[in-house]
């Protein structure tokens, strides 16, 4: 079996597993996932930070538990006493770990055996790339998420549409965020408009923000300056983030910002002759050679970097 330990929101969750279901396939083994990452917090308590955010997929993901888990795994971190555990545990039964050093591509990572228990985001395309029919196999939405707006869904379906994803919240609010990865600005916005605009004529666009407000004062009528969109603003759901997801997935074009989120929805589009417009600068200046942080292989090779800097 191949092991990976999920971390973050549903667009990391989703090049974690990605990666590792793609290199199971290969070694010809069993996946499973270990959700004790999510249960982290600097206090050490169980209280969850992020929950399992694939299940609105097709995807049959497996937890590990049991015997397994401890053989493999270990026991979690937010078990007291784990560190004694598991130096106990390795003395009996050697474990193979893959752990990220850092967020570029790895080519040795796709080397990894039979048994491994993987940690990391793994942000790049190209851990599974040459599996695109299987991760997109796995990243099916469910019936419940794909009917869940049924006209919204299809007037982005039948219209020349460009996906516009304004990503604020916590890049703009919370400091360790705004710091890294910061709001991308107008300029870009303008700049990958004009790209589109040069191959495509009669766009529509559909903005995805979770600050609809802020997107459609500066954006829709700021940006945009006359030309046909609509802010989305599903209506309240199970899965808020999952429909919105599928919804931006529907467009035929794209305006990505620095968010793994918006990164998924553009990448599983099959529509054949999309455009895809991402930041250039996926964090902010200082942090550019940080590669802790900088997850320099993200931006697929097809796609247009557009730069928001003077």
Known sequence: ML?????????????QFAFAHSLAEKLNTELYYDDSLLRMKPSNDQTLLRDFSLECFELSAKPITGWN??????????VKGHRWYNFLGNLFFPKKELIETDRRFHAEYL???DGTCMVGSFQSEKYFKDSRELVCKDFTFKSKIT???????????????VGLHVRRGDYVN???FKEILGHIGKL???RA???????HQDLTYFIFSD??????EHIGKGVLQGRPFQVVRPGQHDRQDAVEMYLLSLCKHFVISNSTFSWWSAWLSNHPEKMVIAPAEWVSTPWKENYQAHPADIVPDNWIRMSSYE
């Open 3 to 15: 092991i990976v330990k999920l971390r973050g929101g549903m667009g990391n969750q989703m090049f």
């Open 69 to 78: 888990r401890y053989r493999y795994v270990g026991v979690p971190y937010h």
């Open 111 to 113: 080397k990894a055996q």
């Open 147 to 161: 009917g869940a707006e049924p006209e919204l869904a299809n007037r982005i379906s039948s219209n020349h549409s």
């Open 174 to 176: 919370d400091p360790d």
């Open 188 to 190: 870009y916005y303008q």
């Open 193 to 199: 408009i004009q790209e589109l605009e040069k191959k």
């Open 211 to 216: 600050d609809p407000e802020w997107a459609e």
